[in-house]
């Protein structure tokens, strides 16, 4: 089913947490939703999930609209707070019991399906104990399945790998990929490279406002820089300031004695006039691409220009 989020504003009192956000996500789509501390991510996911009333605009899953059928959208999603409130007291599988009878499904199926997500999300060998009795990471992955224990159609995961260790983050990450190809996925996480790893694309916000919805490859136009090359050459002696002189070229700047990063106005012209004047100076062209940007570059650059 198709997430679509339109116009969606909520103000507390005076004070904006999120203003005109519009978005669309479609089934077998996995989004990225990033924001620094406050930017307004939990208050967008629990506007989505019916936690919350938005001041204005609305939210629709698939046929549905969540402020005027609650109960149809809230069954068809699953839910993964930030703060994963869990009842400690419980044991792990009683608990998954206690959620899928809470969504209606039969005791036969509640069953299945609390052997099916445990398996899933690797909870076999704390099946047996109280919630209270696992570690941080163990108890990541109680949320997680509770969130998907009624099979729900679009996932809602805010921070899903917060607590949990480099083998657990890539176990999960499988888990968040092999989902996404049958539901609709949208999450948050300040794990950038992870968000990069499994995202189509991203949607940022900052201070309440949408700064950008791209797929990943198209977010580095938004910084509004120009595109660098990096050049490397097989022996010292080339002169940055003759590299200056080229046409296209805007600046410089020296990494090696050997390797350069120059910010060119066009990359596709003036690779072919770099490497042509290299030549011609009598110095081999090892390397001559495009320099590629991380999400995290983008998102440090995209978010501090709006501070």
């Known amino acids: 089913m198709a997430l679509r989020v339109k116009g969606l504003t909520k103000f507390y009192g005076s004070q904006k ?28 996911m629990k506007i989505i999930t019916g936690y919350l009333p938005p001041t204005s605009g609305t939210v629709e899953l698939g046929e549905w609209n969540i402020f005027e059928h609650p109960l149809e959208v809230r069954k ?23 959620i899928a009878r809470l969504f209606r499904l039969s005791s036969t199926f509640a069953h299945k399906r609390i052997n099916e997500v ?17 570690s941080k990471g163990y108890r990541q ?28 983050v890539i176990e999960i990450r499988k888990l968040i990929e092999q989902l996404g190809k049958e539901k609709t996925v949208l999450f948050s996480s300040h794990i950038l490279s992870e968000v990069e790893a499994i995202s189509q ?48 070229v805007i600046e410089v700047q020296v990494l090696q004695p050997t390797c350069f990063a120059i910010t060119v106005s066009d990359i596709a012209s003036s690779r072919k006039t770099i490497s042509n004047y290299v030549t011609q100076q009598g110095f081999m062209v090892l390397t001559l691409q495009k320099e590629e940007k991380n999400l995290e570059d983008i998102f440090r650059k995209l978010t501090q220009k709006t501070e």
């Open 17 to 44: 947490a999120i203003e005109n956000i519009n978005f669309t996500i479609q089934r077998g789509e996995i989004v990225g939703f990033l924001g620094p501390n406050g930017a307004g991510k939990s208050t967008t």
């Open 201 to 248: 694309r991203v949607i940022i916000i900052n201070k309440g406002t949408l700064l950008a919805d791209e797929p990943i490859h198209q977010l580095y136009h938004l910084t509004g820089e120009n595109e660098k090359l990096i050049l490397e050459v097989d022996t010292i002696g080339l002169s940055k300031e003759n590299l200056e002189e080229i046409e296209g």
């Open 118 to 134: 445990i398996e899933q999300v690797g909870l076999g060998p704390e099946q047996h104990k109280k919630i209270g009795m696992l």
């Open 141 to 168: 992955r109680v949320g997680l399945a509770q969130a998907i224990i009624h099979d729900p159609d679009l996932l809602i995961l805010d921070e899903p790998t917060s607590g949990l260790d480099p083998n657990q």
């Open 76 to 98: 068809r999603i699953g839910y993964l707070p930030e703060n994963n409130p869990l009842y400690l007291d419980m044991y792990v599988r009683e608990f998954l019991y206690f």
